[in-house]
Structure formats: C-alpha cells, structure tokens
C-alpha cells in the first residue's frame, strides 16, 4: 500500500511539473483553468476581442525576419470583493517573415489584475507558446509567473533553420494602485 501511495504522488507531482508549461500548437488548444474561457480566447486571438490596443513596435532581426509585439488592456465589468476592480493586460511578441509578413510563432502574456485605489495585485500570469511553422523553433523557455503587480513572462526560442540565431525575452505587465496598466 506504501508503495502504491509513493507512486500515485510521484505520478500526481510529474503531472504538475508538466502543467507548468504551456506550449500550444497552432491545430491544438489547451484552456487554462485560472482565467474564464473569453479571456483565455481573447488572449489567443491576433486581435482579442473587446480590448483596446494600447501599444505596437517592430524591430529589425535581419534580413528575413522582423520582430512585432502589440499591448492590450480591458476593463473587466463589475467589482470584487471590497470595491476592487479588475483589468486584463495582455502582451503579444511574434517573430514575422519580412516577405510575406506571416508570423512564424508568438508568445502571448496574460495578466489579470485587481485594484482599488489603495492597493493592486497580480492575480494571474499565464504565458502561451503558439507554434505557427512546425519544427522551425526550438523553445528553450516559455513560462510565467505572477510576482506582487506584475505579471512575467519568460520567453527564449532559436530558430533552426536560420542559424539557430535566439529570439525572445523577459516580458513584465505591471499595474498601479489606480489601474494603470505598464508593458514592456
């Protein structure tokens, strides 16, 4: 019976290690349980709906591939328990082909946070890895975590096929105690 138990909580803790990380196929969908279903949509989507672009760049890699990341925020109806409100932000890095324009993979970093004018916190951190070119990248790190405001994100990535060169990076969603979202 010992050895029954050992075993059922080695396969229960490889089961958690495994929830950890996230890394979602284009053809394939993995839900989060934390955030609602329309956030976690919302989040996956190029464009969610009912946020508001607040932020876009580009940047040069080199001569094929180009960087692109977008910010959003939402204001999530109703309040919380003592008068607190809640905002999403979201983060969206992809590494696009300059010729076609075509994004090749993308992290996206969720945050949801709650405020009220006193205090804030992060109350969610979710990151997703979107294949959109089989077996091109090798993703060396795609996670996140939640840490007092903010929300982190953690990704690191090569590219097979054009000199295994690196993308990627440490992505931070920050909120205030009067709910001003900041991104990277």
């Known amino acids: 019976m010992k050895r029954i138990n050992r075993i059922m909580a080695l396969f229960v803790a490889m089961v958690m290690s ?3 990380s996230i890394n979602v196929y284009a053809d394939e969908k993995i839900v989060p349980e934390l955030l609602t279903q329309k956030e976690i949509s919302n989040s996956l989507q190029d464009v969610p ?15 094929n ?5 977008e910010s959003y925020e939402a204001e999530i109806n109703g309040l919380t ?16 082909d300059k010729k076609t324009q075509v994004a090749l993979i993308k992290y996206v970093l969720t945050g949801k946070f709650t405020y009220n ?3 804030c ?8 890895t979107t294949h959109l070119v089989r077996n091109r990248f090798l993703v060396l790190n795609d996670r996140s975590e939640k840490s007092g405001d903010t929300a982190i994100g953690y ?6 096929k054009n000199n295994n060169k690196m ?11 009067n709910g001003k979202i900041t991104f990277p």
């Open 49 to 63: 709906k009912d946020m508001k672009l607040v932020g876009t760049s580009q940047m040069d890699l080199d001569e």
């Open 155 to 160: 990704f690191y990535c090569r590219d097979k």
């Open 65 to 69: 591939t180009y960087i692109e990341t």
């Open 18 to 20: 495994l929830m950890l």
């Open 117 to 119: 004018g006193r205090s």
């Open 81 to 96: 328990r003592a008068g607190a409100k809640t905002k999403i932000g979201t983060y969206t890095y992809r590494v696009k």
């Open 121 to 128: 916190k992060c109350t969610e951190s979710i990151g997703v």
């Open 167 to 177: 993308f990627g990076g440490t992505f931070k969603i920050r909120i205030n105690k």
